[in-house]
């Protein structure tokens, strides 16, 4: 599998983010961009999401699921959770299961995997920021998508959360599966930067 | 299928509990519809001529009410990134988002509707016409006023701009719904004749609606 993008250019509100940007990750591989406040991290990773659209060049993958365009076989990690705050975490988890995943994925083994399981029936109102955290990446887990997109996963977590990510990050890679993270702190994984933006 | 299950599920849940928006358009139903009569006076002839257009409006702005959060709520959480991302195509998305929406917050007012037929002196079959006319029309104002709710996401705060959209577009439904109750109850119209165009637009309006909204939401990402 091959992710890769070419010449690509980015335009919000009017003003250019980026232009000619070339980027290639393969499976089994992690992909970190970096770059100062505003460089366009966030946007390159909604742009390979689908919910920016290319003012020019060309998002391909080979050797993913042919026909289908690559936001249906990515997951986003983005800075907000998706979770509502008046369903419990069982329920959160087991609606983005039931709506991005026909499988019946395991919840019970998706939630103990983050750590939450004994706050799986406590509405989601109730949880810190790095549990609301713990909870969106549980998601990444009950419905396998071979392409990751993650935005400041590691924002939020503690130390031990920052652990249990890591390990799920190169479970996720040995499956042959494929990340491209924006992050300002080391991933404690193996990567390939990607400098986006002017160096300041 | 599964996908479309889960949001209306979804859906009806967080607006069934502490919060959500059910409860909120019957109470606000009821307290449109209870200051009436001391608006109007004791008249009860008065009211009665008055009741099926009184319990309309209730109806259309307490529907109006609730829907401006169908998807400013879904945007602000992140929720609506991961809808648009996921295989279902968002025009079904946004035709159970709306199914949902009626479910929970249309089918009460319908419910409550005999109830407060009292207050304005409707008896049992007047009740039961305009309880009719809902039926049919308030898909309609579901379904339209979506179109208005997936705009309200592209522009911030987009509360009242939702009222000044979505209100000209319920004028036809207001007329047939009205009418439609008014033939049954009064005549000289028969019923079937407005009820029929009534039932038109809601159709109308179940297709025409999720394509809207789905187009205006895509137009509004970023």
Request: net charge neutral; with cysteine.
């Amino acid at each position: 599998m091959r992710l890769s993008g070419r010449d690509l250019r980015c335009v919000r509100g009017g003003r250019e983010v980026f232009a000619g940007l070339d980027f290639e990750a393969g499976g089994g591989e992690a992909l970190a961009l970096v770059g100062h406040n505003g460089a366009g991290k966030t946007s390159l990773l909604r742009l390979i999401a689908g919910l920016l659209t290319l003012e020019a060049g060309s998002i391909t993958l080979d050797g993913g699921e042919p026909d289908t365009p690559v936001a249906e076989q990515a997951h986003y990690l983005g800075h907000r959770d998706a979770l509502k705050p008046s369903l419990t975490v069982a329920e959160n988890l087991g609606f983005w299961r039931d709506f991005l995943g026909d499988e019946r994925a395991d919840l019970d083994a998706g939630i103990r995997a983050v750590g939450l399981a004994h706050a799986a029936e406590l509405p989601a109102a109730y949880l810190s920021a790095g549990q609301r955290r713990r909870l969106s990446i549980a998601r990444l887990l009950v419905v396998r998508r071979p392409i990751w997109l993650l935005d400041e996963p590691t924002s939020a977590l503690d130390v031990k959360g920052q652990e249990l990510f890591v390990g799920l990050m190169l479970d996720h890679l040995a499956r042959g599966g494929l990340i491209v993270a924006a992050t300002h702190t080391p991933l404690g994984i193996p990567v390939r930067e990607l400098r986006i933006g002017a160096v300041q | 299928m599964t996908a479309l299950g889960a949001i209306v599920r979804r859906d009806i849940k967080i607006a069934l509990r502490v919060g959500g928006g059910a409860l909120i358009g019957v109470l606000f139903f009821l307290t449109v519809v209870v200051l009436m009569p001391f608006a109007v006076g004791p008249d009860l002839a008065l009211l009665k001529r008055l009741g099926p257009a009184i319990l309309w409006l209730g109806a259309l702005l307490a529907s109006l009410l609730t829907l401006d959060r169908l998807f400013t709520a879904d945007a602000e959480d992140g929720s609506l990134d991961l809808i648009v991302m996921s295989r279902t195509p968002l025009e079904l998305t946004c035709a159970a988002k709306a199914l949902a929406h009626w479910l929970a917050a249309g089918l009460p007012l319908i419910v409550a509707t005999p109830v407060l037929g009292l207050l304005l002196n409707l008896d049992g079959s007047a009740s039961l016409a305009v309880m009719a006319t809902l039926l049919a029309g308030t898909p309609a104002l579901t379904f339209t006023g979506m179109i208005g709710a997936a705009l309200a996401v592209t522009l911030r705060r987009g509360g009242l701009l939702l009222a000044v959209l979505v209100l000209p577009l319920s004028i036809p439904v207001l007329i047939f719904g009205v009418s439609a109750s008014q033939a049954a109850i009064v005549g000289p119209v028969p019923f079937g004749t407005p009820f029929t165009i009534l039932c038109a637009i809601s159709l109308f309006s179940l297709v025409l609606g999720p394509f809207a909204a789905a187009a205006s939401l895509r137009q509004g990402l970023d």
